[in-house]
């Protein structure tokens, strides 16, 4: 019953930190726009989140006639469902989940985030929400393979798949430093992953209206709006337990997590939408060439490590 607990309450406080990351959001574009943003609910507009809450768990549906009803209905809920349960990976030493094999689990989740997207722009039947999907879908794909061979990199000097040894390999020294080109590529990846700007093309407001999400409102767009912003966060916080030392019981971790989170709206601010044809290339032609080869290079480095040990002794 305490176990149930403790999750019970991480993720009201996964729940409760997105409501206040779109806060942040708004103030921070509106002061990169020269505007206040929301400042009429309560102090500052604090309680902004929940207005906008209410009114979306508020509004009638309205039911297209030629949707895949059941597809169209419980795919928001099962998207929101995965970007909760990919959370499990936090790495707690005791008290909750505790995964030996936790990257595994990641790449299952991530995996599944491609098939909600899949279905959400299939059932409803139109035309821009399918051109949306499939081009989620395809940059998703891309990039998670990129991903996986980024992430490879640095779990070679773990030798383990559970995430709890990045915080024990970097109490010395950040794997930032010594895997400085994996760290970047990482981070454009992990953008491209989310759907954020300049790689939104998913939404792709100029010529696509809303992208995947366009048939959906009330709550069911809710669903969806929740399930990635917690993907945003959750990027952040891998980003951080990976390459920038994964101290949990450390405010400092916390303050570098909130520092990554503002990236993604900064570059939302500042940045222009990319071109497809070039996000591609950068995929194909730069991101995973490169991090093979230096999977190729960790590796034969590892094994030279190794035999000089052994050697040795």
Known sequence: MLFILMFLIFLLMILLSV???TLLERKVLGYIQLRK???KLGLIGLFQPFSDAIKLFSKEILFLIKINYLFYLFSPFFSFLNALLIWLVFPFSEGNFFFDLGFLFLLCS????????????WSSNSNYALLGGFRAIIQVI????????????SLLFLMSFNLIMFS?????CWFLFFLLPASLMFMVSILAETNRTP???????SELVSGFNIEYGGYLFAMIFLAEYSMIMFMSFLFILMFMGSDLFNLMFYFKLLFV????????????RYRYD???YLNWKIYLPVSMLMLVLMFSIKILMNWNFFSKN
């Open 278 to 280: 070039k996000l591609m």
């Open 110 to 121: 991530l995996g599944m985030n491609v098939f909600m997207i899949m279905i959400s722009g």
């Open 199 to 205: 790689f939104d093309f998913a939404e792709g407001e």
């Open 261 to 272: 989170m503002f990236f993604f709206i900064w570059m939302r601010g500042t940045m222009p």
């Open 37 to 39: 943003g929301p400042n």
């Open 168 to 172: 024990l390999f970097q109490l010395k």
């Open 19 to 21: 409501a206040f990351f």
């Open 142 to 153: 891309s990039y998670e393979v990129s991903l996986i061979m980024i992430m490879l990199n």
